[in-house]
């Protein structure tokens, strides 16, 4: 009870707070850049945005009262952003994307950093157009971590059903952030390092991991991504083997993309189960186009009898060997 009247009460030490989101990673990051595009076809919805530093605050408020802030208002205040949202759908989903600026509390320890530290990668949060209406939202290390395991099945997931997946993924993670008595992805949406790191149920170091991963621009986001749901990211090889080698590519693929097959020409030509390393082949083949083009959406399609595929439909929509294609492409 004590903790949730301190957090009602530094609540209400947020300046501005109707439409209003804040951007964190391990303390909330200044001087960053928004930008909101329509999840599905990437259109940019609304013009860019800066999130707030100590500068844009001292601007808007005053020297005098943000010299009569603590800490912890400082925080509130810091890394704040602020959109009209009104042109949005609400059933429709959106992709808030975060890059760069200056975490201001890079060790979470409640204080504001002398100088910050800056970040050099990007993250997201996929919201609705009603929580983006709504405000209130935080754009997170939680956020970035959901985003990257659904990223790739977003094309094959309708609305309510990515909703789903997203409630499913929150209730792995986190307990109830919004005191409504569920855990769902509004839960992830407003969890916030300043209040809510006990309310994460794995191990916090995979937290932590993902935190230098995006700070640093560099490392495997996705690998660091699966370790905050508590997951190891599987390898491609061995998914392949379990799951593709035969039920896929040996079911259907070599009845035309072998040598000497009608899809002889194309940019996947595989080996048959009579050759004693297929698998590690046919891996290889995907290993291969993978280094130089953009493999997932071209080879789903075409499975699906897409883009122009002779071959006709292979995998239908929504059928677990297309769920496990589209595991294994985004495992390259």
Known sequence: MVRFASRLLTAALVVLLAGCFQVEIAGPVGGSTITITELRSRAQVLDPVVSEDQASIISRVGQGRWNGFDDLQRLINLGNFFIDAGSLVD??????TVSGGVDV???TDGQVDANG???AGEWHAIMRGSDLKEGGGKVSVLTEALYQVVREEIPQLNNPQLLARLDELARTIITDTTDDGTVDYADVLNWTVLFDVDKYQLDYASVEQLQGVITAGSGNVSRAAFQVIGEDELDALAFFEEKIADQIIQARCVNCHVDGGVARNTALVFARNNNPNYVEQNHQVFVRLAAVREVTAFVTSNAQGQSGHRGGVQLRAGS??????FTYLRLL
């Open 91 to 96: 059933t429709r989903f959106y992709l808030v």
């Open 105 to 107: 509390d890079a060790n």
């Open 117 to 119: 530290t800056p970040v």
């Open 320 to 325: 677990e060997d297309l769920e496990n294609l």
